[in-house]
Every structure is written in structure tokens, then in C-alpha cells.
């Protein structure tokens, strides 16, 4: 939901777009919903093979850094069974991660996150990254316990620690302090993109309840600038709390803000040229509003 964390200098910027995707249009899944990527196919047990080590890449990261939290922390964010919380707006705000995962509508992630300057979008970050590891680790079809993401631990703590050992070091010119900096944003941009790759992946299995012919997300919007890495971010808030939804049973409850106010929240996926000639999609004022009849817009 946010823009990149950190000004990257401009070589890093260049480097870190280019690995993040490399790594994410021709790094197979370890999920066995993935499907092979621009054509790129390896056999059977070579695919089986880098699956596991995948697997076990992110578990091990995400056990090494559990380790590094403190245990009423790690009490208190334990996995529940879905329906663990209250139904009222402030238990869902502060409830432990569940499986299936709870739902967190565009309205309660904003109202979480405004208020604290961003300061809650970080426990939303490790609900939704636990959540979709350990539904993993219960759900892969083959049985295997394979998972495909470094969960609530090993993603958001990297860059947590990264950052705090890093700045203090940049402001008191201590050599690696910038190095450590980079990493940290470098991991935590891996991470967003994974995570959207995840949510397509979800949004396929139950593509016919949600009316949808696509996935829903461009990943690779993450490296875009804002406001358009905030236009994805958005679009992967809502599309998962409405994934989870679904999986939990629960009732339709209209979300405002992703359907009313702003309608490209909820839309169906769209190019970044299709975003900037149809002003109908974007705000709750410019929905009676004619398309852009601009050439270079045009598909």
C-alpha cells in the first residue's frame, strides 16, 4: 500500500528494479498453484528440486528471525483459528493474524494506518505475510508443506532491523550504514512483489466468485513511483480481503472507499495506459467523465 520505503540512490534504484524483476518474471513459485512463466518450464524433479529449496529458503528465514522477536511479542501475534476476533472495528485492527486470514477492507486499512502515520500498515504487513504462510504450510494441494513466501517474520523484520541499525549508522558516516539501508529496502520491495504475485495466484483459484477473467494485479507497479505503486498496493488490500472473505464464508459487506470513492481500487486489472485515459476510474467526482481521446494513450 505504501510507496517505496527509502530514496535509493539513482544506481541502486537501477539495480535493485532490475533484480526485482529478473527474480519475479523467472524465479518459479514453490507453490504448486504457479504456472510456468513466459515459457520457461523445467522438468518434473529439476522444478520439484528448486521448489524445496525455495521452501526451505523461506522457512528457515522466517524461523531465524522469529528468533530475534521477543516471546510476549511472539505470544501475542500467534496464528488463530479464522473467527478468533470480535466482529467490532477495533478488535480487527489489533486481533493476532488467524488462517484462513482475516479480512481487512481498504476502509479498515486506512483507518488503521492514517492515524498512526503508517505505524499500523506495519502489523498489517506481518498479519498478511504470516497469515498467507501458515495457510500455506496447512493447504498445498500436494501435501507437502511447502511455501512459497518468508511469512510475517521474515519479511517485515529484515527491513525493520535493517533500518534501525543502518540509519544510525548512515547519520554517524559509519562505513556499510548506506549498504544496510539499501538491503533492507531492497528486501522488503522482494517481498511486495512476491506478495502480489501470491494474491493473483489466490484470486485464480476463485476467479468465477469474483467475477473476474484475470488476475487482478500488475506486480511490477510496485517499482513504479508513487502514487502509482500506492494505485497497486491499494488494489492488492482489497482484493485479498475479499479473497479471504470468500475462503472464510463470510457476507458481501460493501467497501466504500475501494467501490464508491475510489472505483480503480476495485476494477478489474487495467494497463497504466488504460488508468490515465479513463477518469471514470478514478475518483467518486470524475465517474460520469468521457474517456480521454489522447493518441498516445491509446492500447
Not at 562505513?175 to 512476491?194: D, M, S, T, Y
Request: with cysteine; hydrophobic share 40%.
Amino acid at each position: 500500500m505504501v510507496s517505496n520505503p527509502l530514496r535509493l540512490t539513482g544506481v541502486s534504484t537501477v539495480l535493485i528494479a532490475s533484480l526485482c524483476t529478473t527474480c519475479h518474471s523467472f524465479i518459479p513459485s514453490s507453490s504448486p498453484r504457479s504456472k510456468p512463466i513466459y515459457g520457461l518450464q523445467a522438468s518434473t524433479k529439476d522444478q520439484s528440486d528448486l521448489d524445496d529449496r525455495i521452501s526451505d529458503f523461506c522457512k528457515g528465514t522466517n524461523e531465524f528471525w522469529k528468533t530475534l522477536v521477543i516471546k510476549p511479542v511472539r505470544d501475542y501475534v500467534e496464528i488463530q483459528p479464522a473467527g478468533s476476533a470480535r466482529n467490532d472495528t477495533f478488535s480487527k485492527l489489533v486481533a493476532p493474524p488467524e488462517i484462513p486470514g482475516i479480512p481487512r477492507p481498504v476502509w479498515l486499512t486506512i483507518l488503521g494506518s492514517v492515524p498512526t502515520g503508517l505505524g499500523w500498515y506495519g502489523y498489517y504487513k506481518f498479519s498478511v505475510e504470516e497469515e498467507l504462510y501458515q495457510y500455506e504450510l496447512t493447504t498445498e494441494t500436494n501435501g507437502d508443506g511447502r511455501v512459497s513466501g518468508c511469512g510475517g517474520y521474515g519479511t517485515l523484520f529484515p527491513f525493520v532491523y535493517g533500518i534501525l541499525v543502518g540509519f544510525p549508522m548512515q547519520l554517524l558516516h559509519v562505513p556499510g550504514g548506506g549498504v544496510i539501508v539499501e538491503a533492507a529496502a531492497l528486501w522488503i520491495l522482494l517481498g511486495q512483489l512476491n506478495l502480489y504475485r501470491r494474491v493473483n495466484e489466490l484470486c485464480e483459484e476463485k476467479r468465477d466468485e469474483m467475477g473476474m477473467s484475470e488476475p487482478p494485479l500488475h506486480p511490477w507497479w510496485a517499482l513504479l513511483p508513487p502514487p502509482l505503486d500506492v494505485v497497486v498496493g491499494l488494489r492488492q488490500v482489497h482484493f485479498l480481503s475479499e479473497y479471504w472473505r470468500l475462503e472464510r464464508g463470510e457476507e458481501y459487506d460493501k467497501d466504500v472507499i475501494a467501490e464508491d470513492l475510489f472505483p480503480f481500487i476495485s476494477a478489474p486489472r487495467f494497463s497504466l495506459k488504460e488508468f490515465f485515459r479513463t477518469p471514470s476510474m478514478w475518483f467518486w467526482f470524475t465517474k460520469d467523465w468521457k474517456d480521454l481521446e489522447i493518441g498516445f494513450l491509446k492500447d
